[in-house]
């Protein structure tokens, strides 16, 4: 019995001592090494161009890129095993950061790319929208997460990817009238319209005003321009006088003005033009040159009196 026990020892130890020596001589490259790698791309004419804020959603196209990094030929084996068995990688996408004035979405949030020896791809899509706020040409941003989970030995993998945009001059403005567009005056009057322009888009902007027609024989003169910062309105004047030759008038005119806005620090990069039209009456009797006359005659009387007085003291 005892003999059998020393016998069962020996071959115990003999079994360890050869398990070892096979462990010992397996090189380390023969360790199956797999390792996954993602890649997010997109076109670069889709952010160059700028993105106009409110009424433009831009897409652009996203391809994903996935690949299995091997070392040794028993890591490409095993991964061939995979090749072999129609394993996909799942992909999934999400958007950890973004631009605070813009928002973002992302077509398929999980991506399906067949495991294979190759690099293989897939595509999506992101969807990107600003805010009337967005600064013109500032600095925009969305952050793209991607990962895949670790399948099986292929370890898993994590990255951000960041796309970079800008966004468009907004040129809006908003014209409020507090005094209307239309007065009746005399020939003598002069008729002013204050007008109150406010910025509603993404930067400072110039306001140009233009005179489009002047009636024939009326002096009409208008603000040359003035310059809004964000969110900011003032004030600009247009001023009408009507003819003022000897008679009874009755005069009506139209007068339009052409505002353009453009981006202060670059005055070539305008937007549409806006026409406001004002009408002017001018009505009653023109009497030019009498008022002096009337004058010298009012301070003859006054000096006649004054002379009558005294004379009778």
């Known amino acids: 019995m005892a003999k059998l026990i020393k016998s069962a020892e020996s071959t115990i130890i003999l079994l360890i001592l050869l398990v070892s020596l096979f462990a010992v001589s397996i090189p380390v490259i023969a360790i199956p090494t797999l390792n996954s790698n993602i890649n997010v791309v997109w076109g670069e004419k889709d952010t160059v161009k700028p993105v106009i804020p409110r009424d433009e959603i831009r897409k652009l196209n996203l391809t994903v890129q996935f690949k299995v990094d091997y070392g ?24 950890s950061d973004r631009s605070p004035w813009c928002s973002a979405d992302l077509g398929l949030e999980t991506v399906l790319i067949p ?27 969305v952050t793209i997460k991607a990962s895949v989970v670790p399948m099986g030995i292929i370890g898993g993998f994590e990255k951000e990817f960041t796309l970079n945009f800008a966004p468009e001059y907004l ?19 002069s008729a002013v319209f204050p007008v109150e322009i406010s910025n509603l888009g993404n930067a400072r902007t110039t306001v140009f005003f233009k005179i489009e027609d002047i009636p024939k024989g009326w002096t009409v003169a208008v ?14 004047y247009l001023t009408v006088k009507p003819p003022k030759e000897f008679g009874y008038h009755y005069d009506q005119k139209s007068i339009m003005v052409k505002l353009t806005p ?50 009778r003291k």
Do not use: C, H
């Not at 040794?72 to 095993?81: I, M, P, Q, T």
């Open 223 to 236: 603000t040359d321009d003035i310059t809004l910062d964000d969110s900011t309105g003032k004030l600009a």
């Open 72 to 95: 040794g030929d028993f890591a490409y084996g095993a991964l061939v095993a995979y090749e072999s068995q129609n394993v996909n990688a799942v992909i999934d996408l999400t958007i």
């Open 171 to 189: 040129p809006r403005i908003n014209v409020n009238l507090p005094e209307g567009t239309t007065k009746s005056i005399g020939p003598l009057d």
């Open 115 to 141: 495991l294979t020896t190759e690099l293989t791809q897939s595509s999506s899509t992101l969807n990107l929208q600003l805010r009337d706020d967005a600064p013109a040409y500032g600095d925009g941003y």
């Open 262 to 311: 453009a981006r202060a620090e670059d005055l070539t990069n305008i937007g549409e033009p806006l026409y406001v039209t004002f009408i002017v009456l001018s009505r009653g009797f023109s009497t030019p040159g009498f008022e002096a006359i009337g004058f010298i005659g009012a301070l003859a009387i006054v000096m006649l009196t004054i002379f009558i007085i005294r004379k």
